[in-house]
C-alpha cells in the first residue's frame, strides 16, 4: 500500500517551454502533497505544500509564478515548470500524506521522481 | 548549524558485514523519525519509522533512537549488495508531518 506515481520519469525540452509533472497517490486519498527539488548527491529541499481545493504554500526563495501547482483532487498533484530554463534541470520529487480516514501510517510517501533537463 | 546531520559518506562494507547509519539533531522537538532508502536515480522509500525513544526491528533491519542523546542510528544486518543505496534519516515534530527536516543521506556500498 501507500504508493505513488509520477508521470514522466523524465522529460527533456527546450528552453522557454512549459513542463507538467503529475503526481498520483495510486491506492490512498492525500490528505496533502509536497513537492521536492533535489540536486545530484544531495539531500531534499522542499518547494511547496499544498492541499486539495487550496492555494499551494511555497517555501521561501521559490517562484510560484514559475513553479505552478495544481491540487485538483485528493489523488493528484500537478507542478508545471512554465518558461523553462537549463537551470531548472534537476530532478523532482513529489510525496503524498495520507488523509486522516485512510489509516495507515501518518508520514510521507514519495513519488518515483521526475528528471527533468533543459537545453 | 543544520537542525539533522548525518554524514554523507560513501560508506563502503563487504557483503554480510553489519552496517550502522546514524543522524544527530538539534531540536528536542522532534518525536517522530524516519529512515529512507533511496536508489540511484529513484525516489525515498520508507524503510523504518519510529516515534519517541526506543527501538524497532524489521526484518534485517534495527531503528534505534536516543532523544536524551539526540542520535539515531539504522542498523543492518547481514548486509547485501542490493542494499547499496542512499539512507536519508527524517524527522518532524509531534503531529507536524508537513514538515520532514532531513539528513543530507549516506551513500552505502556493499561489495559482493
Redesign the interface.
Known sequence: G?V?S?HPSWVICKSGTSVKIECRSLDFQAT?M?WYRQFP????M?MA?SNEGSKATYEQGVEKDKFLINHASLTLSTLTVTSAHPEDSS?Y?C?A?PHILAGG?????????T?LTVL | QKEVEQD?GPLSVPEGAIVSLNCTYSNSAFQ?F?W?RQYS??????LM?TYSSGNKEDGRFTAQVDKSSKYISLFIRDSQPSDSATY?C?MSASGN??K?Y????T?LNVKP
Do not use: H, W
Open positions: 501507500a505513488v509520477q496533502t509536497f548527491k544531495q539531500s531534499l522542499l505544500t530532478f520529487i510525496s500524506r501510517t501518518d508520514t510521507q510517501y514519495f513519488g518515483p521522481g528528471r | 554523507p517522530y524516519m529512507y536515480r529513484k525516489g525515498p522509500e520508507l519509522y536519508l527524517a508531518f508537513n520532514f532531513f539528513g543530507s543521506g551513500k
